[in-house]
């Protein structure tokens, strides 16, 4: 059984300037090649048979297929058994329109020799759309571009990884020398302290958030029509408030507008009000435009990246020890539900994977990705995925190491040596990631290559500068720090 994906090039029938529209099609290359280009393309009217399923000749009127792309609906019979038929019937065509998701064609070809007409199968929405876009009277043709070497939306990708990996780090390494210049006294410094520990993953900590990562994944998989709007309001939530203290950084910084309002004993700064309403604006708008796949992307990756820096900034791990646990764990978890979990589902394929692309067909995505349209055309854009994507996870992870490791820097002051040198290892894991990526043609668990190159990194500059014990245990060196 081979499955290919493929496109349908439909345009309107009528105009000086037609309109066209290309969709997903699924076909079988063992019974029929398509071409690769639209050169010299030979198209067909579509008739629209979709009120029947064409298991029987006497369903349609005569002659109503002579010489045109038929579509009819699943069911009932196999594809093979409709294909004789329209055949039979005169069609050069057939398109079978499903309701569900589009999956693999297979049937018993042998015993269908003289069957020689293209088959594909189509989503009935999309057959619905035809008709509203281009309208009663369309022509369509089949073929199946090769898939791009590189999708250079992956370069977006890649920046806005590493700016938001970085620009985290570095934030972390700011708050870090404000409080230690602030720790004057040891009733300052205690406050501070104790301020840290909520905010602190320890050994045992990091092993609890694996766990419930795991849990969640699992539950997302069984549950996910339930739980997916529970992830999109804890988003929403969660964004607006990332947002929120990124700008309000930002505004901190600027001298002006700075008038203050008093309300319930409380005062605070206008400015920040409007900004507060700002920032759940946009929340709502991208909760309510998010399938909206022309623009809600860039709204958010604004709101992820958002989120990721005020996460990477405000979490902290206490020594390398702890980011050794944390990556080593989600390293061992990313593999195991990419890789491991098709050989356990009923359909083979990975959990990690369906929770994703949204199991069994569903239109709602968790919105725990950064996303860009993809730049090369291909069916892979239409069938699949039209974005490319990188989870929150792959930036939060090994930003945490990067955090840790510009707070190091600012605790020792070496010269933001661990910082510059982790957040290349993240640029190179990256880079590796796309590589191998372009050469499986499969999506990859980005933690894979990511985790190896901070940690292996960040261990040899403290193993080279002879500070391992110091960078490990992450805690004893602290006190001493003196502005």
Same mark, same amino acid.
């Given at each position: 059984?081979?499955?290919d ?5 439909a ?5 000086v ?14 019974? %029929?090649?398509?071409p ?7 198209y067909w #009217?579509?008739?629209?048979l ?18 045109k792309a038929v ?7 196999? !594809?093979l058994e409709?294909?004789r038929?329209?055949?039979?019937l005169g069609?050069?065509?057939l398109l079978?329109a499903?309701?569900?998701?589009l ?8 015993d ?9 199968l189509i989503?009935?929405n999309?057959?619905?759309?035809m008709?509203?876009v281009? /309208?009663?009277?369309?022509n ?7 898939l ?6 992956m370069?977006?990708i890649f920046? @806005?990884a590493?700016?938001t990996v ?5 934030w972390?390494?700011v ?6 210049k602030?720790?004057?006294?040891p009733?300052?410094?205690e406050?501070?302290r104790?301020?840290e520990?909520n905010?602190t993953?320890?050994p ?13 994944? %699992?539950l ?7 739980l ?17 203290n990124c700008?309000?950084?930002l505004i /901190?910084?600027?001298?002006i507008?700075?008038?203050r309002?008093t ?7 206008v400015?920040?009000? !409007?900004?507060a309403?700002f920032?759940?604006?946009?929340a709502?708008?991208? $909760? ?21 820096l005020n996460?990477?900034?405000t ?6 020890k702890?980011?050794? @646990?944390?990556?080593?764990l ?5 593999v195991?539900f ?16 369906e ?8 239109s ?6 950064i ?7 291909? $069916? ?18 090994p ?8 707070? !190091?820097?600012v605790?020792?002051?070496s #010269?933001s ?6 957040t ?15 050469l499986?043609?499969? /999506?990859?668990?980005?933690l894979l290559y990511?985790v ?11 193993w080279?500068? &002879?500070?391992?014990k110091?960078f490990w &245990?992450g805690?004893?060196?602290?006190v001493?720090?003196?502005?």
């Amino acid at each position: 059984v081979a499955a290919d994906e493929g496109i349908l090039h439909a345009s309107s029938g009528g105009g000086v300037s037609p309109v066209t529209k290309d969709y997903c099609i699924i076909y079988n290359s063992n019974w %029929v090649s398509l071409p690769k280009t639209l050169d010299n393309a030979t198209y067909w #009217s579509l008739e629209n048979l979709t009120s029947t399923v064409l298991c029987s000749s006497s369903e349609v009127p005569s002659g109503v297929m002579k010489d045109k792309a038929v579509v009819v609906m699943r069911g009932n019979c196999t !594809f093979l058994e409709k294909a004789r038929i329209a055949q039979s019937l005169g069609a050069k065509m057939l398109l079978i329109a499903s309701k569900s998701r589009l999956s693999a064609i297979s049937d018993n070809k042998t015993d269908f020799e003289d069957v020689t007409l293209p088959v594909a199968l189509i989503r009935y929405n999309d057959i619905v759309d035809m008709q509203l876009v281009l /309208g009663n009277e369309v022509n369509v043709t089949l073929y199946s571009p090769p898939l791009p070497e590189f999708d250079y939306s992956m370069v977006v990708i890649f920046l @806005i990884a590493v700016f938001t990996v970085a620009l985290g780090g570095y934030w972390s390494g700011v708050a870090e020398l404000e409080n230690l210049k602030a720790a004057a006294s040891p009733g300052e410094r205690e406050t501070r302290r104790k301020k840290e520990e909520n905010v602190t993953f320890t050994p045992v900590t990091v092993i609890l958030f694996v766990v419930i990562c795991c849990v969640m994944l %699992v539950l997302l998989y069984f549950f996910y029509k339930w739980l997916v709007y529970v992830i999109i309001s804890v988003f929403c939530l969660a964004s607006a408030m990332s947002l929120y203290n990124c700008l309000a950084a930002l505004i /901190g910084e600027i001298p002006i507008g700075q008038c203050r309002v008093t309300c319930c004993n409380k005062t605070v700064e206008v400015r920040l009000i !409007f900004l507060a309403v700002f920032c759940i604006a946009a929340a709502v708008v991208w $909760a309510v435009f998010r399938n909206e796949d022309r623009w809600a992307w860039i709204l958010q990756d604004i709101l992820g990246v958002a989120f990721c820096l005020n996460f990477i900034k405000t979490l902290k791990m206490p020594n390398f020890k702890s980011c050794v @646990i944390l990556l080593g764990l989600l390293l061992l978890y990313d593999v195991f539900f990419v890789f491991i979990t098709p050989f356990i589902t009923k359909n083979g394929a990975s959990i990690m994977v369906e929770v994703a692309a949204g199991p069994f067909g569903n239109s709602e995505k968790l919105p725990v990705v950064i996303r860009v349209p993809r730049l090369e055309h291909s $069916a892979s854009t239409l069938c699949d995925l039209p974005f490319s994507l990188l989870g929150f996870g792959d930036i939060i992870v090994p930003g945490l190491l990067v955090a840790y490791c510009r707070r !190091f820097d600012v605790q020792t002051r070496s #010269s933001s040596v661990y910082y510059i040198s982790c957040t290349i290892a993240y640029a190179v894991g990256m880079v590796l990631t796309f590589v191998v990526l372009a050469l499986m043609k499969m /999506g990859q668990p980005a933690l894979l290559y990511l985790v190896p190159c901070t940690l292996i990194t960040s261990s040899l500059v403290a193993w080279r500068r &002879k500070e391992m014990k110091k960078f490990w &245990k992450g805690s004893s060196y602290q006190v001493g720090w003196m502005p």
